[in-house]
T-cell receptor, first 115, second 112 residues
Framework: QKEVEQNSGPLSVPEGAIASLNCTYS??????FFWYRQYSGKSPELIMF????GDKEDGRFTAQLNKASQYVSLLIRDSQPSDSATYLC???????????????FGQGTILTVHP | EPEVTQTPSHQVTQMGQEVILRCVPI?????FYWYRQILGQKVEFLVS????????KSEIFDDQFSVERPDGSNFTLKIRSTKLEDSAMYFC??????????FGPGTRLTVL
């Protein structure tokens, strides 16, 4: 069974702090990794994706990937109350540069940013 | 900014009835997907579709389900005989160059 595991939380951080969200996956054939944000009752919204080991930064968000440890994380700097949502980790077996591959999602981590 | 659209936003049906959920993917995307999310559970893959045929399907996607691209813009999911356990949010997605998948707003299906 190919699994994606996340700490369900809730993770509570004060406004302005760094929120750190973690994800592990079991399928060593996974090639691409995605972070989505999902507000209650809404659809998943893509935050960012990463293919290569290391860090990838986009604004206040940084994704980190370590394929040897089968671990991917998302850092949110200067957290805002509007960042309060469920963060979904998703993985795919497709090779980077191709346009196909189902996503396998984790359960999600609930993040609460309090003023 | 281009987005995936879905209709209806909410569908209520009786057990055993057929439903069709509709999606309009992002216009220059070539790969389309259906996922579902039962309340409080993970987002689950149902089926992927490329070049007018199914690329991959999950165990959930049994003979009661079918997908179709009836014209150049719409992508549909049909459930032939709904069951109570089909009640869920159904999301359509389409992917770009790097398999980044953009989700529509979803259809909430309630089977009574």
């Amino acid at each position: 069974q190919k699994e994606v595991e996340q700490n369900s939380g809730p993770l509570s951080v004060p406004e302005g702090a760094i929120a750190s969200l973690n994800c592990t996956y079991s399928d060593r054939g996974s090639q691409s990794f995605f972070w989505y944000r999902q507000y209650s009752g809404k659809s998943p919204e893509l935050i960012m994706f990463i293919y290569s080991n290391g860090d990838k930064e986009d604004g206040r968000f940084t994704a980190q990937l370590n394929k040897a440890s089968q671990y991917v994380s998302l850092l949110i700097r200067d957290s805002q109350p509007s960042d309060s949502a469920t963060y979904l980790c998703a993985v795919s077996r497709n090779a980077g540069g191709t346009s196909y591959g189902k996503l396998t999602f984790g359960q999600g981590t609930i993040l609460t940013v309090h003023p | 900014e281009p987005e995936v659209t879905q209709t209806p936003s909410h569908q209520v049906t009786q057990m055993g009835q057929e439903v069709i959920l509709r999606c309009v993917p992002i216009s220059n995307h070539l790969y389309f997907y259906w996922y579902r999310q039962i309340l409080g559970q993970k987002v689950e893959f149902l089926v992927s579709f490329y070049n007018n045929e199914i690329s991959e399907k999950s165990e959930i996607f049994d003979d009661q389900f079918s997908v179709e691209r009836p014209d150049g813009s719409n992508f549909t999911l049909k459930i032939r005989s709904t069951k109570l356990e089909d009640s869920a949010m159904y999301f359509c997605a389409s992917s770009g160059l790097f398999n980044e998948q953009f989700f529509g707003p979803g259809t909430r299906l309630t089977v009574l």
